[in-house]
């Protein structure tokens, strides 16, 4: 495993082509595939009661064991999938498009740089966890406040990411060249900025869905995140830490599911650091 | 030096007073208002009631003018009083800090002692076995959830090892032994990301610092490679290693909320979430508006030992 990640390092070898980083895609992909296909896939309903079978440890007819009211751990984690990396994608989207938004302009006007620059400094002055409970607790629990915390904690981050390309591809020559030939700004920013300000932005994306899932989570086990009985991969845990020495498999396949989604992610988001932008130096 | 000490303490006052209308605004979003969420069923029946309790919480008078009255008091070291203790947030902020505090260093520290060494290790020989074990670990370490890696712990150690830390907290004064028992397990957890991301940027920085031109001069002129590395790579690769130490123990802040949940320790963290279930806004709003304080504090903190260590800062 060492061989190929050293060639990455040294640029010899493409960092996308490492088993590791195809390992990651793949686990990611069977992820996403098993959420959407949760109905078929899961034995069971996520949601069926057992009266007779609360916390059977995992076997043959219940791989991953039952939670406190018989529910099948193996469905509600597949059932899971949807709540957990669907909230992180849907919030990140959104985070992205409002950054990048954002950030294109103040790249661009300079009065209006100033503006969101010391609007975004506001929301940086958070530990990111602190602001997102902050904000899932006034908006209350729920799918749409974790959603809208997320989103808000990584805007500006995209802000960020998107307004420094922009300003760093603006003082390339190319764009001289392109600005002597004539071409308008919209036609500039469109055709010669944007595409080369495009890479930071795919590698930011890829490490925020992590944080993203890592947040919901967070806030889920918090309790001031997605309620139950939606399962989503923190409230499962958050459900399991009463009984942690009864049924020690309620806490430990959720948090498997989470690190295992994470690492996959992060991995990926290595990856495409090295092989989108060769300059830094970040591993 | 001077001039961006100034520069750098009146943007950080800008930046306060923006934190200040967010937590304060924020609190007003409540949907409903806070009284009626306080009260619950009782408060829709009579009217009467819930226009008395406003009074009582000065949330009838306009927005402006409790805004400045709150702000006026935080200038003046009054962060309101809790609506259920009746007691002085400050206080009970000052009171719940030595327990975040200690957690929050023996976090940073141990991940400084252990992630530094690992990343030079790591780029001793990069691509060399160890490099690819440490890696690994880095990247593992940066995955793992802190609140599922606490249960975890508890689960190994008090579970299955019968090791119980007593679940009192205990002053490291009153009994050195005892609370250092009961803080190790939450600072490990709190620690892991913390190690795995200094790892990488010591690995990084490092690796940076042992391709610049000075380290081949002290090669070329026939310097023990030892001394190389340590004495002339390390030194200059450990500047940006402190930065992102800093910026860690920012996030570390963040942190202590969930590790201090799952390990039931009587902290600011546990202070803030039992002031949101309660609903205790003033609470919330001075916890909060603290800690962004204390983020902003360390992140100024870290700069200005940066530009200490960094003599070009000093004087560019």
Known sequence: ?283 | MRTYLVTRLSAIGLTLLGVSVLVFGMIRLVPGTVVEQLLGQAAIASPEVLQSFRRFFGLDRPLHVQYLEWLGGIVRGDLGTSWLSGRSVLGLFLERVPVSAELAVLAVGWSLCLGIPLGVVSATRPGGLRDGVIRVLATLGLSLPAFWQGTVLILLFSVYLGWMPSLQWVPFLRDPAGNLLIVALPALTLGTATAAMITRMSRSSMLDVLGREYVRTAQAKGLAERRVRYRHALRNALIPVVTVAGVQLGYVVGGLVVVEDVFTLPGVGRLLLDAIFQRDYPVVQGVILLLAAIFMGLNLLVDLLYAVLDPRLRHG
């Not at chain 1, 296909?37 to 916390?55: K, N």
Request: hydrophobic share 55%; aromatic share 8%.
């Open chain 1, 1 to 283: 495993m060492a061989r190929p990640a050293a060639g990455a390092a040294l640029g010899t070898r493409h960092p996308t082509r490492s088993p590791l980083f195809r390992a990651a895609c793949l686990l990611l992909g069977a992820i996403v595939v098993l959420g959407i296909a949760a109905e078929w896939v899961a034995p069971y309903s996520p949601t069926a009661l057992d009266a007779q079978g609360l916390f059977q440890a995992p076997g043959v007819r219940h791989w991953m064991g039952t939670d406190r009211f018989g529910r099948d751990l193996l469905s509600r984690i597949l059932f899971g999938v949807r709540v957990s990396v669907g909230i992180a994608g849907i919030a990140i989207t959104v985070a992205l498009a409002a950054g990048a938004a954002l950030g294109l302009l103040a790249g661009v006007g300079r009065g209006l740089d100033q503006l969101c620059g010391r609007v975004m400094d506001v929301f940086f002055a958070f530990p990111p966890i602190l602001l997102a409970i902050a904000i899932a607790a006034v908006l209350g629990a729920g799918v749409e406040s974790a959603i809208a915390a997320i989103a808000v904690v990584y805007a500006p981050l995209f802000f960020r990411v998107v307004r420094g390309s922009v300003l760093a591809e603006s003082a390339q020559a190319y764009v001289e060249a392109a600005e002597a030939l004539g071409l308008g700004r919209g036609a500039i920013l469109r055709r010669h900025i944007l595409p080369n300000a495009v890479s930071p932005v795919i590698v930011q994306t890829a490490v925020c869905l992590s944080y993203g899932i890592l947040i919901e989570s967070a806030l889920s086990y918090l309790g001031v995140g997605v309620q139950p009985p939606t399962p989503s991969w923190g409230t499962i845990l958050n459900e399991g830490k009463e009984f942690l020495a009864l049924a020690p498999w309620v806490s430990l396949f959720p948090g498997g599911a989470i690190m295992l989604t994470v690492l996959a992610l992060n991995v990926v988001g290595d990856g495409l650091r090295d092989s989108l932008d060769p300059r830094a130096v970040t591993r």
